[in-house]
């Protein structure tokens, strides 16, 4: 999993604004590989090779046959056709993959997809009811808050996400909330804008 | 100017070299509209729907039955010999299909890689994840040579000689006036050095394509400014007839200047993997190769010397400048920007280094030259003690339709509150120190043909218009629907536009910011013949004179009787069963070129941190006629943001030893985020009697020299390069503290 870290309740200091004040270098995180013995008394490892895996997709059951290091962004893209989220840097930083995990906004180019079985997984291409836009997707519409649209629909998710859990966000919510996402046309004052009008009308 | 050679540029476009007025359309009745109904106006976006809902294509999400994908093997070293390329164990790997040598081994000049990320060979699989896999098996064997990427070694003649003719290439001197005669007039002289940096483009999409062949055709959906571009690119490079390719690309996710003038070695891998599998297959390049090998904003310098007179004038410029776009790409910038200085003397190098060949990249030069010339220009205004904006009102040229930066200083000044503005250096108490800055812009944005829009009218009452243009993200959609409903008197939702696939007719790339004021006259002329069509259709039946009759508010009615005549989807039965279809082109006297621009800036900077805070912008900008206000201002705070992030935090680190990017992603590549951005205000000027003219580029040039002398301003330390990190302002301000004492 990848949760977002963007402090929106907790810790009023976002990943971004922590990395960039500090200008910290240095390892940020290590990946631990388990021992022999770890393995050994673990579950059995799966794969290398493709193995079954059942996931739930905007509220439909998708089986499919993917080797475990296969990330749920690319799951998704490359083997059921559901290719509304983008992937911009494949590591986390972008947002453009922004996905809503048991209604937690992850990135799903840092989530495995074998690892997410059995949660409820939300895309952007699952978000509208037929032609009836979800109100946040309306809302980005209305504010011409998108340009050339490839990160928008990580914007739209995260933004869901976000409203999700604060219905009446406020203005620093709504920022703190965003900072995960990066949008390069720059069409951040219009996002604002857009989700601001959405967040019970809440604005400052 | 040794300004960028490689940009389309349409004639007159300059730094301040008045350019005519708009002239007379070839035919009156092609003039726009004097009153305007949908021209001008908050159109809504018209591939906002697909785009949020994400049914909106994009060649990235393009699959075909069948599909392989594609990986590219690129040299580590910024500098080797490729002695041997070893496929075998590649081929042999799971899922691969297919693989080819793109640098052959060899003995030669051309068998070395020059940068970090240059194209050696390429494998195809049936997943991405085996691509990937097999691209490691790739052996290649490389005799690693002397790499140069300090410019400074280069200069001073110390760095290895890399490059056949010369590591540095010495432009011409261009001079004019007397250079002399303008020290002497100074009262005070100025000799400082200014420099920026190397950023990338990274467009969010990557470069990407899709190629399929059906026997000796070939399909391609690539992310590209220029669908016609590419199209000649394959077919040349493919030697096979342009007949034979076509290239699709209904959306890309950003260009700014990257995807314009080629498809890339990457582009042509894929086409001939393509067509040595037999089946349709996509590369996509990762955000590694992004930064590492798809286009660059070169980076600038200039040692000047200046002199400015008691008054205020500059008297005398004189500038050694360089920069470096690369392995063998010139790095050309306009010196000085904008300002008329009457003696003045400038030489030019390009520096040629082991990195990455630059592309042009948003407004290319400009952000460069206007960074170098304004930190000048208030350099020069606090030695004869004049208000910046004062300051810009005496030196900058005569006021005109495309250089309206007087009004819009004294416009900008009242409006942003610049008379509370302190003299250089806050002097209140207290770490946190506040300052505002200034810059203006210019930029050509002239219209060219071919640019063929096809207009259709059915009897059910639907328009087609049709353009073989493309959308980077810019709202080329939207502005054809825009241009054809305002002549047509309908709604903008009633018109579908098509564009994005070469099978719609030519139409120029998206470069220079060209593609509004190329397009829009065209789709003006086509609607306009199209309408005229309609009407001979129609008048028989009313009975009246066809030129007597007019298109408003979805009607088709005699132009002084609203009251005779048919709505529009009873005016189209009488097309009959072959709809109306006009072609139109692009003309002189629809559109103009350059347009002016001014930006001011505020700041807070912690002057125990040196971190800056961005708090204020504001924009006034021109373009024209504005078509389609929501993209158009959407473009405005786009070039903004995009120039705050090259003042304030992106850059391409290399390391001094290897020569590698040490950044290329998007976590130690900043860039800026929501809680980063200021307010801003943007007021977009309509200028109708100029016709269309592009607004892509100029915003984004003036932003970072206004938020670099807004931290001067607050901190009384002059920032002469970039970034803004918090490191460079205290240097700075160190500096600053130095030379008091």
């Not at chain 1, 979800?134 to 209305?142: G, I, K, R, T």
């Not at chain 1, 739209?156 to 390069?184: F, W, Y």
């Not at chain 2, 009218?457 to 054809?480: E, K, P």
């Amino acid at each position: 999993m990848a949760p977002k870290d963007d402090g929106v309740d907790g810790i009023n200091r976002s990943r971004r604004r922590f990395l960039k004040s500090t200008g910290v270098v240095g390892v940020a995180a290590s990946v631990i590989a388990p021992d022999g013995a770890a393995a050994q008394t673990g579950p059995a490892a799966a794969g290398p090779g493709a193995v079954p895996v059942r996931l739930q997709v905007n509220g439909r059951q998708l089986d499919l046959m993917l080797e475990p290091r296969v990330t749920l962004l690319d799951a998704l893209r490359m083997r059921a056709d559901l290719t509304g989220n983008k992937r911009g840097c494949d590591r986390g930083a972008c947002g453009a993959c922004t996905m809503l995990v048991d209604g937690r906004p992850v990135y799903a180019c840092s989530t495995l997809a074998i690892a997410v079985q059995g949660k409820q997984i939300r895309n952007v291409d699952g978000l509208a009811q037929g032609d009836t836009l979800h109100p946040v997707q309306q809302a980005f519409c209305d504010k011409d808050a998108l340009m050339c649209g490839f990160c928008t629909p990580g914007f739209v998710m995260a933004s869901v996400g976000l409203l999700e859990q604060h219905p009446n966000a406020t203005a620093e919510q709504i920022r703190k909330g965003l900072d995960g996402n990066i949008c390069r046309c720059g069409t951040f004052p219009r996002i604002f804008e857009a989700v601001s009008s959405v967040a019970g009308g809440r604005r400052g | 100017m040794a300004d960028q050679d490689t940009m389309p540029r349409p004639p007159g476009e300059g730094t301040g070299r008045p350019a005519a007025a708009a002239q007379a359309p070839l035919d009156p009745k092609f003039a726009w509209p004097t009153t305007r109904t949908v021209l001008g106006t908050a159109v809504k976006r018209f591939d906002g729907p697909d785009k949020v809902t994400g049914r909106a294509r994009y060649t990235f999400d393009i699959n075909r039955p069948g599909m392989l994908y594609a990986r590219i093997v690129r040299s580590p070293h910024p500098h080797a010999r490729v002695t041997a390329v070893d496929l075998a164990a590649a081929l042999r790997a799971p899922g691969v299909r297919g693989g080819l040598v793109h640098r052959q081994p060899g003995p030669e000049a051309a068998n070395r890689v020059m940068f970090q990320g240059d194209e050696v060979a390429a494998v195809v699989a049936d997943t991405e994840e085996q691509a990937i896999d097999a691209a490691r098996l790739v052996k290649v064997t490389y005799e690693v040579l002397p790499h140069l990427t300090n410019v400074s070694a280069a200069l001073a003649g110390t760095a290895p000689a890399v490059f056949t003719n010369g590591n540095v290439r010495q432009g011409q001197v261009q001079e004019s006036g007397d250079l002399a005669a303008g020290f002497a007039a100074a009262a005070h002289t100025l000799e400082q050095t200014y420099e920026t940096h190397v950023i990338t483009h990274v467009c969010l999409e990557s470069h990407g394509t899709v190629c399929e062949w059906e026997g000796d055709r070939l399909n391609v959906w690539i992310s590209t400014q220029g669908i016609n571009a590419a199209r000649e690119n394959f077919a040349t490079a493919l030697n096979m007839p342009q007949a034979n390719v076509r290239v699709q690309c209904q959306y890309m996710g950003g260009g700014f200047g990257s995807k314009a003038l080629s498809v890339g070695a990457e582009g042509l891998i894929c086409a001939q993997l393509a067509r040595q599998t037999g089946k349709p297959v996509k590369l996509m390049l990762d955000r590694k190769e992004e930064h590492l090998a798809v286009g660059n904003r070169p980076s600038a310098a200039a040692r000047v010397k200046a002199g400015v007179s008691a008054d205020g004038l500059i008297t005398a410029f004189d500038a050694e400048s360089w920069g470096t776009g690369g392995a063998g790409a010139a790095a050309g910038f306009p010196l000085p920007y904008v300002y008329r200085i009457a003696n003045r003397r400038r030489s030019h190098k390009d520096v040629f280094t082991n990195t990455g060949l630059q592309r042009p990249m948003r407004a290319p030069g400009h952000p460069q030259g206007s960074f170098i010339t304004e930190v000048m220009a208030d350099e020069l205004a606090d030695l004869v003690k004049m208000d910046p904006v004062e300051f810009r009102i005496k030196n900058l040229p005569p006021e005109a339709p495309n250089a309206m930066w007087r009004s819009y200083l004294r416009e900008g000044a009242e409006a942003f509150g610049w008379s509370k503005r302190h003299a250089t250096g806050d002097p209140t108490s207290g770490p946190i120190k506040t300052g505002m800055g200034v810059a203006v812009c210019t930029w050509g944005g002239g219209g060219r043909g071919p640019a063929q829009a096809h207009c259709e009218i059915a009897s059910d009452g639907s328009v087609i218009m049709r353009v073989g243009t493309q959308d980077l993200g810019t709202g080329t959609r939207t502005l054809v629907a825009v241009v054809a409903a305002d002549t047509l008197g309908l709604p903008a939702e009633r018109v579908t536009p098509q564009i994005g696939d070469t099978n719609h007719g030519v139409s120029p790339l998206s470069g220079g910011s060209t593609t509004a004021a190329s397009i829009s006259p065209a789709i003006r002329v086509a609607a306009v013949k199209a309408l005229d069509a309609l009407k001979e259709k129609v008048a028989p039946v009313l009975n009246v004179d066809p030129a007597s009759l007019v298109a408003t508010g979805g009607r088709l009615h005699m132009r002084d009787d609203a009251n005779k005549g048919l709505g529009w989807t009873e005016a189209c039965k009488h097309i009959g069963p072959q709809p109306i279809a006009v072609d139109g082109d692009w003309q002189p006297g629809l559109s103009s070129v350059t347009t002016s621009g001014v930006q001011f800036a505020e700041v807070t900077v912690d002057v125990e941190t040196g971190i800056v805070k961005l708090t204020r912008i504001l924009a006034i900008q021109d373009c024209g006629l504005v078509v389609s206000r929501l993209t158009a201002e959407s473009q405005v705070y786009g070039g903004i943001i995009g120039s705050l992030n090259f003042a304030m935090y992106e850059d391409r680190i290399l390391d001094r030893n290897t020569g590698q990017m040490v950044n290329p992603n998007m976590e130690w590549y900043l860039l800026a985020g929501m809680s980063d951005m200021p307010q801003m205000e943007v007021r977009l000027k309509d200028q109708p009697e100029r016709g269309v003219i592009g607004i892509g580029e100029p915003p984004t040039v003036p932003t970072a020299a206004a938020i670099a002398l807004a931290v001067r301003n607050a901190t009384g330390a002059t920032m002469r390069s970039l970034p803004l990190t918090p490191a460079r302002v205290l240097n700075a301000m160190r500096q600053q503290n130095v030379r008091r004492a």
